[in-house]
């Protein structure tokens, strides 16, 4: 396939940015979205210019890293799929590609298509962590935890923190990352005995780094590439009104 990629380059957080046009011809419908990129770079590179800066690193859809608006879709058009597992079959010979950042107040842009996602660092320090020292692990029977309590907690756990759902969300909120960091430990008994202090302090902890507000309309739940459900902040917001109530009550 020959296809125009339009790139977002800014050198820099102060810089402005601008959308660059690139052609790239002969791209495998067998790639990945990240090895079309790669070809791209090795052509630059070999034409004295600077290569597109982008975030990668396991490249099997884990770790969280990618971090791509295609053609204005978090990750792009392949439901459940991250950018690096996005191949290039979804598109056809001809087709002009826009790529962008992450573009969230609380994400600032590093370079090109690297975003700064330090914030959602914040969230976890603020209480995403059980302090109870654990030991070695424990016979899988030692503590019974209800079938549908450990699928749901499984499934918050599936977050891989690539902040798409802040990418999607029209108000920039990472409401959805927050409540599966929240409900994978609330969900278990290992959580319960700092439950409501958690969820107090990671929610003031979204609130600081710049996120916006939650409003429930579910382009989050659309872009997440584990498929982490909109009621997960349901839970979340079940616990947070729970914890203010005991809190005013001490």
Not at 98 to 125: G, H, S
Not at 130 to 152: F, I, L, R, Y
Not at 171 to 191: E, R
Not at 207 to 223: K, L, M, S, V
């Amino acid at each position: 396939m020959n296809l125009t990629l339009r790139i977002w380059r800014q050198h820099g957080p102060e810089d402005k940015g601008r959308m660059v046009t690139y052609p790239v011809q002969d791209v495998s419908p067998d790639m990945s979205f990240l090895e079309m990129l790669d070809v791209l770079n090795e052509r630059l590179i070999l034409d004295g210019e600077e290569p597109v800066a982008f975030d990668h690193d396991c490249r099997e859809g884990i770790c969280g890293m990618c971090s791509l608006m295609i053609n204005g879709e978090a990750h792009g058009p392949q439901r459940g799929t991250t950018a690096c597992q996005l191949h290039m079959r979804q598109f056809s010979d001809g087709d002009t590609i826009d790529i962008e950042p992450w573009r969230a107040r609380a994400f600032p842009v590093v370079k090109d298509l690297v975003v700064n996602r330090n914030a959602f660092d914040q969230i976890i320090a603020a209480g995403g962590y059980v302090t109870a020292p654990t030991g070695s692990a424990p016979e899988a029977h030692s503590v019974p935890v209800p079938k549908a309590d450990a699928d749901a907690a499984f499934e918050s756990a599936a977050c891989i923190g690539c902040g798409a759902c802040v990418a999607a969300c029209p108000n920039g909120s990472g409401m959805l990352f927050t409540a599966a960091k929240i409900t994978q430990l609330s969900l278990l008994p290992q959580g319960q005995p700092e439950r409501y202090t958690r969820v107090i302090g990671m929610v003031d902890a979204h609130d600081e780094a710049g996120f916006g507000g939650c409003t429930n309309i579910g382009e989050c739940a659309a872009a997440c590439p584990k498929g982490i459900p909109l009621n997960t902040i349901g839970r979340l917001n079940r616990d947070y009104l729970k914890a203010t109530a005991k809190r005013a009550g001490s």
